[in-house]
């Protein structure tokens, strides 16, 4: 394999476990920063538009803790990534839930039906200045999912820190997803074949 390491350097600008375990599985280092902004505190009607103003708002909240000139003098780039996830189910946008209560609820709504993610990806070229973005959706159809199952899955906590409560690549859940029209990764909060494309670009 081809060091990818080698013509640029990687910031992700997440605190997501799932997001660095995607990143790492295609082939890349990085180092990581959060961005810490309320994220209450952007509001868009549209799914597709929330979740590209979120990423926006990750990115330049990380920018104005950064040496911006000496990444400007450096001779390889370094691209940051930002990116942003939420739940879309009967029309609804879903963060993360609230409470244990809430996350009751999405998750009873979404036994025998089905929900949809919409993702995105900003990077930013922080040599050039160049930044892009762009935003994916995965329908995902479920079986009918116990009450009991729903239980230990709030009891574990994990669902309390997700978009919608939806961790279907969790071992309890995997058994109740019919059908995922769409990537996994892209479920799990970064799409790769995306993530790649505008590594490619930003370069």
């Not at 990444?71 to 739940?87: F, G, R, W």
């Not at 919409?118 to 070229?125: F, K």
């Amino acid at each position: 394999m081809e060091d990818k390491t080698e013509k640029f350097k990687i910031i992700l600008g997440s605190s997501s476990i799932t997001r660095r375990t995607i990143l790492a599985e295609m082939g890349y280092e990085f180092t990581l920063m959060s961005a810490d902004i309320d994220e209450k505190a952007t509001r868009k009607e549209k799914p597709e538009e929330l979740v590209m103003a979120l990423a926006e708002a990750k990115a330049d909240a990380i920018l104005q803790r950064l040496p911006i000139g000496d990444y400007v003098k450096e001779a390889e780039p370094t691209l940051l990534i930002t990116s942003d996830q939420v739940v879309v189910y009967e029309g609804v946008i879903r963060e993360k839930p609230a409470n244990a209560d809430e996350a009751r609820k999405f998750l009873k709504g979404y036994s025998g039906g089905y929900a949809a993610t919409v993702g995105s990806v900003l990077i930013t070229n922080l040599k050039t200045g160049f930044r892009k973005g762009e935003w994916d959706r995965v329908e995902i159809y479920f079986n009918q999912i116990p009450d009991e199952i729903i239980e230990e899955l709030i009891e574990e906590g994990n669902v309390l820190h997700v978009a919608g409560g939806l961790l279907i690549e969790n071992p309890l859940m995997r058994p109740y997803i019919k059908q995922v029209v769409g990537t996994i990764d892209s479920v799990m909060g970064l799409p790769k074949a995306l993530t790649g494309k505008l590594i490619k670009e930003a370069l």
